[in-house]
Nanobody, 115 residues
Framework: QVRLVESGGGLVQPGGSLRLSCVAS????????MNWYRQAPGKEREWVGG???????SYEGYLKGRFTISRDNSKTTLYLQMDSLKPEDTAVYSC?????????WGQGTQVTVSS
C-alpha cells in the first residue's frame, strides 16, 4: 500500500507561481512512476506530467515550459512547480503513483488562479 498526500494549493493571481508537493509513504520501494493530474470543473481529468523511477520526466506538451516536475533524492516526494499561471489552470491537482498494476491516488489539492 502506498499513501499519497498533496499540499501547496491555494489562490494565486494570474502570472503567479505555486509549488505543489506529493509525499508518498508506505511501500515506496514499489513505486514505478509518479504523475500529476488535474481536473477542472466540468472537465475530464487531464494528465499533467510525471517522473519515472529512472528519473525520466515527461509532460503534457502544451504545459511544458510553464510546469516543472521534480522528485527529491529519497524519491518520496514529487513536486510540481507551476509558473506563469493562468485562470485556465484552475483545477484540483492530484498525484498518482503506479506500482506494478496498481494505481494509488492522493486526495488532491485545489489550485485557483484568479484576480
Amino acid at each position: 500500500q502506498v499513501r499519497l498526500v498533496e499540499s501547496g494549493g491555494g489562490l494565486v493571481q494570474p502570472g503567479g507561481s505555486l509549488r505543489l508537493s506529493c509525499v508518498a509513504s508506505g511501500a515506496i520501494f514499489s513505486i514505478d512512476t509518479m504523475n500529476w493530474y488535474r481536473q477542472a470543473p466540468g472537465k475530464e481529468r487531464e494528465w499533467v506530467g510525471g517522473d519515472s523511477r529512472s528519473g525520466v520526466t515527461s509532460y503534457e506538451g502544451y504545459l511544458k515550459g510553464r510546469f516543472t516536475i521534480s522528485r527529491d533524492n529519497s524519491k518520496t516526494t514529487l513536486y510540481l512547480q507551476m509558473d506563469s499561471l493562468k485562470p485556465e489552470d484552475t483545477a484540483v491537482y492530484s498525484c498518482k503513483a503506479r506500482c506494478s498494476d496498481t494505481d494509488y491516488w492522493g486526495q488532491g489539492t485545489q489550485v485557483t488562479v484568479s484576480s
